[in-house]
């Protein structure tokens, strides 16, 4: 009997880590994505930062060269699992920056294409972007939570 329960628990075990590494992997493809679509024009990305009216046009090009190769880090570190922790961190954060700035610009009445995902985004509406950016959050807060209870269970 409690081999049979070992072994369950072995496949719960694989399950979970197979929808974990997959959510990691998934939303690290898109975080990559999202920077190499932008890494190459810059200024572009500045202008798409921007139209968002939040920032001074100095600070949005500082951001515009810096933020697409951290989110090729992010999606790099997520995907492969390095420094996972850090990475999930960071992709939060950044979640919740993108987030915060798409809500902005709707309460504000600006409907603009964020630059997510550089030109490959610019047919998306804002309203598209948030629904992105909200799935995009919650598969990440999955992954803290699970992450959390993993290392709970290690204990």
């Known amino acids: 009997m409690a081999e049979e329960s070992q072994v369950t628990s072995a496949r719960r075990w694989r399950w979970g880590f197979a929808v974990r590494l997959l959510f990691a992997i998934l939303v690290g493809a898109v975080f990559l994505y999202a920077g190499i679509t932008k890494v190459s024009a810059p200024m572009k990305f500045a202008s798409d930062i921007s139209n968002y009216q939040i920032l001074p046009w100095s600070l949005g090009v500082r951001f515009a060269f810096y933020l ?3 989110e090729i880090a992010v999606g790099l ?3 492969f699992q390095r420094l ?5 961190a960071l992709a939060i954060a950044l ?3 993108f987030l915060g700035a798409t809500i902005w610009a ?3 009445g ?6 997510c995902f550089g030109t490959a985004s610019s047919n998306l509406t804002l309203t598209w972007h948030l ?10 807060l999955g992954l803290a ?3 959390k209870g993993r290392r709970a269970s290690d204990r």
Do not use: E, H, S, Y
């Not at 996972?84 to 999930?88: P, R, S």
């Open 106 to 108: 709707r309460l504000q």
């Open 77 to 79: 570190a997520l995907i």
């Open 68 to 70: 697409p190769w951290l």
């Open 84 to 88: 996972f922790l850090g990475a999930l």
């Open 145 to 147: 939570l699970a992450q």
């Open 95 to 97: 979640m919740l920056v």
């Open 110 to 115: 600006i409907n603009i294409a964020c630059g």
């Open 131 to 140: 629904v992105i950016d909200i799935g995009l959050f919650v598969a990440l």
